[in-house]
């Protein structure tokens, strides 16, 4: 089965109310086009970062009480898990489909790439397009454009995730619900593989 992208039924999973009704949706509609969409970019992504990279589809398996806000598939260098490593995802919240490099709390390139970005800020803030966003929590669906991060900004990004433990990074396109909707597969692969090329030097400031 090839990816068919994604529609405006899929984003309206995050309105189903409670727990357990929302994963069934989750898990009968948007998980196996998670998948299959996993699958598809896989040997791309393992291309361009020079290393196989394996794909985790979130199974929010910690949850006991409150729904899932989101929802995602990753890609990173480590068969058994992602979160430990930089990574890129490919997920979905009510408002917005998001494509993105990510450094969460639980990995310890978070200091190595704070320094990388020191060293080439200028550069990062010229390559990199307005429209992309900045996110510091990725439980969060709201972000600060790259146009807007300026230096100030992005300093005070380079030390909170020198100082704080719990510090993550997030960086890439978000597209709304509505354009995403109207994006055949083919159309979405072609700019998720576009806009992961565009973030790749980001992957690689982390090591």
Not at 140 to 152: I, K, L, R, V
Request: hydrophobic share 40%; aromatic share 10%.
């Amino acid at each position: 089965m090839s990816f068919s992208g994604f529609t405006a039924d899929d984003f309206d999973v995050f309105n189903v109310p409670g727990l357990e009704n929302r994963m069934e949706v989750l898990i009968e509609r948007v998980r196996p086009k998670l998948e299959t969409l996993g699958a598809e970019i896989a040997p791309y992504i393992s291309a361009v970062c020079g290393e196989e990279m394996f794909v985790h589809v979130a199974k929010h398996a910690r949850r006991t009480v409150n729904p899932p806000i989101d929802t995602w598939v990753a890609w990173a260098a480590n068969k058994r898990g992602y979160k430990a490593l930089p990574h890129f995802e490919v997920g979905m919240f009510e408002s917005h489909l998001f494509i993105i490099f990510a450094i969460i709390y639980e990995s310890p390139n978070k200091t190595v790439f704070a320094s990388n970005l020191d060293k080439k800020m200028s550069d990062i803030k010229a390559k990199l397009p307005d429209q992309f966003y900045w996110s510091t929590d990725h439980m969060s669906p709201t972000g600060t454009s790259h146009a807007d991060m300026d230096h100030e900004r992005m300093s005070a990004l380079i030390h909170k995730l020198q100082q704080v433990k719990k510090a993550e990074v997030m960086c890439g396109l978000r597209i709304p619900r509505e354009e995403a909707a109207k994006l055949s597969g083919e159309q979405l692969i072609e700019k998720i593989q576009e806009t992961f090329e565009t973030l790749l030097p980001l992957y690689r400031m982390a090591f």
